[in-house]
């Protein structure tokens, strides 16, 4: 399963995760998920991330961390060519050592 993280400006809805956990932990542990982040949201949700973490250290989840840049860009409107991480201005990711 990939889950985006990028938009949201909330906290992560954990229950989306607990609820992966319980379903498919008996089928596979750790359960396997990719996560794409921003830079900016690392930023944003430390508290997030490390939860995130420290399943991953508790062996209940196992993550593959998507490079989506330090900040790209969505519109609902805007065709698909022209958004995400195609959105004109996204640049890769340089954190930490950012500008
Ligand atoms: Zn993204």
Redesign the pocket.
Known sequence: MTV?L?PSRHPLDRIVFTGLIKELSGVEKPVPLAI?I?GRWIDRHPADLKWLDSLVTAGILSIVWIN?SYN?YTGKDVPLKNN?MLAPGTESWTYPDRK
Do not use: M
């Open positions: 985006d990028c794409a921003t989506h790209h995400f």
